[in-house]
Each structure stands twice: as structure tokens, then as C-alpha cells.
């Protein structure tokens, strides 16, 4: 479905979002997700996730592909400051750790193959999804779980000739205070992530990502193209978005 928290449209009258110890989900176990778009004249708390992931399709193996996030705030913005990140391959400050997907505050990544185990579309019968475009805009942003679009891989259980997904753009504009995205408590690795997904052949391409502010405090920062199995292949690695 959609979430949406409008001062103008869906709530009128709504100056401030505030969900200190919760979270805002349109996860689709199903396939791809529905929009988050939050628009308030004041003040954005969520101390867990924003997240409009995606799941699969339980018949066909299609992949789905997450929803965009938009959040406006004449206010501050602030999400994830509950979230504690977890890496794999250690702790988050180790070079090479990779964070789980969950250790993110913001999340809009598609469906990568197999993660359901490989129950949907029978073996070797799924596809990958794309992520989706992330924009946050607010006085000031803290997001100390960072954000992350990636799209899906496409390796383990994937379709023959099945491509890996697209990361989605992401943009934080502070337009009159600090921008922060990460904090040196939750590691280095946990920041703006825009990827694509590796593919056995044909991986898909990371998004451009550009943060503005008076100020900025950011541990990381990285777009990526996917990775591919076959080497050389017909068209390339995949690219990494701008960063400005």
C-alpha cells in the first residue's frame, strides 16, 4: 500500500510526525512496494526504519521493486537514532565489513533472488527488482543509520540471463541547518549507499546520490555498479551513479 503523512493533502493540519520508538513500513512480501511520502510544517522523528523494500511474486519469481521515500519537513529530520547496525564480517568499523540491509534507517532497495530460500518460482526461476529514488528535505537531517537504494541481485536461484536491479537516486537537502548521515558510533561502513545488483551476466547500475546542507557530517558515501560473474561479459560491470 501507500503511507502518507501530508500537512496539505492526506492529514490536513499536521505539523509534526513523531514515532520515537517505531517504525513506517509498506513492505510487500508479495512484490513491489507501495510509496512513502511524508510532508509536514514541522518537525520528522522515526527512531527505527523508513522502509518500502520489496519481496517477490510467490507463483511467478518476479521480483519486485521497492517504493520511492519521499520526506518533506520545514522542520528537522531526524531517523533511525534507535537503530543499532549490524555488519557482516565483523564489526562496522572493520574495512570490507558489508552492513545488513536492516542496519539502515532508510530503506529502498528491490528484490534480490533467493531471499525468500528460493521457495518462490521454483529453482532458478526468479528475477531481481530495482531500488527506488530516496529524497529527504528538512531545516536540518540526522540520519545516523544512513540510507540505502539498491537494487536486487540476481545470482543464486535467478533466471537464466536475469539482470540485477538498479539503485535508485538519493538527495538529502538541508536547507538551513547541519545535514548528517552515519554517526562514528554505529562504524564507518553504515552511510548513503546507492548500489546495483550483481548479476551472473548482466548487472544493473548504482544511482546518483547528492546531500547539500550549511554543514555536513557524513562517514560515508558510495555508489556503486554491480559485479558479474562472467568475465569478460557482453556488457561490462555495472556503473556507479554521481556523487556531489
Same mark, same amino acid.
Given at each position: ?30 512484490? =513491489?512496494?507501495?510509496?512513502? =511520502? ?15 523494500? #520489496? ?14 521515500? &519521499? ?12 537503530? &543499532?547496525?549490524?555488519? +557482516?564480517? %565483523?564489526?562496522?568499523? &572493520?574495512? %570490507?565489513? +558489508? ?54 541481485? #540476481? ?19 538541508? =536547507? ?10 554505529? %562504524? ?30 557524513? =562517514? ?10 562472467? #568475465? ?7 556503473? %556507479?551513479?554521481?556523487?556531489?
Amino acid at each position: 500500500g501507500t503511507t502518507c503523512a501530508d500537512a496539505i493533502g492526506c492529514t490536513p493540519g499536521a505539523a509534526n510526525l513523531t514515532a520515537a520508538n517505531s517504525y513506517i513500513t509498506t513492505y510487500n512480501p508479495n512484490g =513491489t512496494s507501495g510509496p512513502i =511520502t511524508i510532508d509536514v510544517s514541522g518537525n520528522v522523528e522515526v527512531g527505527l526504519q523508513v522502509s518500502a523494500g #520489496a519481496g517477490v511474486d510467490p507463483t511467478s519469481g518476479t521480483g519486485g521493486s521497492a517504493g520511492a521515500v &519521499t520526506i518533506v519537513a520545514g522542520g528537522n529530520v531526524q531517523i533511525g537514532d534507535k537503530i &543499532t547496525p549490524s555488519c +557482516l564480517g %565483523g564489526s562496522c568499523s &572493520t574495512p %570490507g565489513a +558489508l552492513p545488513d540491509i536492516l542496519s539502515f534507517g532508510i530503506i529502498a532497495s528491490g528484490y534480490a533472488t533467493d531471499f525468500d530460500g528460493g521457495v518462490a518460482g521454483g529453482e532458478n526461476g526468479q528475477t531481481a527488482g530495482n531500488g527506488a529514488n530516496i529524497c529527504v528535505q528538512g531545516a536540518s537531517i540526522n540520519l545516523p543509520a544512513g540510507a540505502n537504494s539498491a537494487g536486487g541481485s #540476481a545470482i543464486v536461484d535467478a533466471q537464466s540471463g536475469a539482470a540485477g536491479g538498479n539503485g535508485g537516486n538519493i538527495t538529502l537537502i538541508a =536547507t538551513s541547518g547541519k545535514g548528517s548521515a552515519g554517526a562514528p558510533a554505529n %562504524g564507518n561502513v553504515v552511510g548513503i549507499v546507492s548500489v546495483g545488483g550483481d548479476a551472473a551476466a548482466y548487472p544493473g547500475n548504482g544511482g546518483p546520490v547528492a546531500i547539500s546542507g550549511t554543514q555536513l557530517s557524513l =562517514t560515508n558515501i558510495y555508489s556503486r555498479g554491480g559485479d558479474t560473474e562472467l #568475465a569478460p561479459m557482453p556488457t561490462g560491470f555495472g556503473d %556507479g551513479g554521481s556523487i556531489t
